[in-house]
T-cell receptor, first 117, second 113 residues
Framework: GAVVSQHPSWVICKSGTSVKIECRSL??????MFWYRQFPKQSLMLMAT?????????EQGVEKDKFLINHASLTLSTLTVTSAHPEDSSFYIC?????????????FGDGTRLSIL | EDKVVQSPLSLVVHEGDTVTLNCSYE??????LLWYKQEKKAPTFLFML????IEKKSGRLSSILDKKELFSILNITATQTGDSAIYLC?????????????FGKGTLLTVNP
């Protein structure tokens, strides 16, 4: 079945560092990928929709200059948290759906746990 | 505003009990409703429901959708400690040019031995 791979799974870094997270679709081409953020004991919140070959669509309240999204190929989207601060510490998850079958659900990567010291 | 509401937010039961988790929604351009199970990592897919009244089953889990009343339930029978997790309900709807998911806050299920 469709598989989405996310890397890295853990990041611990100092405040002010920029962190890049990769999301890959392994056996299908994803023109659209989704980035979510989940704070402890809260649900997944959609941050942005990543569109191959065009600008990402950000949800209300999400700073596009803070969370840079690049979807340079049909199998890879990246999320860069620029100048990360402790309040950016969270669980970041990407997802994608195989466009060949609209009846398939979104499949999630394993997530990236980001801790900013 | 589109929203998905799950209840209860948390539930503690003993092994062998049957539980029912609820999800109600208000969205425009509804496409499907999905249930996911989340343990320590990302959510794993359980069910996708698009039509009313058709029960989906997988082992001890089952789910059904009511598109008229705008809700879904997830049943787990003969619960086991391994069922302990957060159960997330999400609605797939058309948001502009993309379909996207809106999640409820989840139900934290704890199954005690």
């Amino acid at each position: 079945g469709a598989v989405v791979s996310q890397h890295p799974s853990w990041v611990i870094c100092k405040s002010g560092t920029s962190v890049k997270i990769e999301c890959r679709s392994l056996d299908f081409q994803a023109t659209t990928m989704f980035w979510y953020r989940q704070f402890p004991k809260q649900s997944l919140m959609l941050m942005a929709t990543s569109n191959e070959g065009s600008k990402a669509t950000y949800e209300q309240g999400v700073e596009k200059d803070k969370f840079l999204i690049n979807h340079a190929s049909l199998t890879l989207s990246t999320l860069t948290v620029t100048s990360a601060h402790p309040e950016d510490s969270s669980f970041y998850i990407c997802s994608a759906r195989d466009p060949r079958d609209s009846n398939q659900p979104q499949h999630f990567g394993d997530g990236t746990r980001l801790s900013i010291l | 505003e589109d929203k998905v509401v799950q209840s209860p937010l948390s539930l503690v039961v003993h092994e062998g009990d049957t539980v029912t988790l609820n999800c109600s929604y208000e969205v425009t351009n509804f496409r499907s409703l999905l249930w996911y199970k989340q343990e320590k990592k990302a959510p794993t897919f359980l069910f996708m429901l698009t039509s009313s009244g058709i029960e989906k089953k997988s082992g001890r889990l089952s789910s059904i959708l009511d598109k008229k009343e705008l809700f879904s339930i997830l049943n787990i029978t003969a619960t086991q400690t391994g069922d302990s997790a957060i159960y997330l309900c999400a609605v797939d709807f058309s948001g502009g040019s993309n379909y996207k998911l809106t999640f409820g806050k989840g139900t934290l299920l704890t199954v005690n031995p």
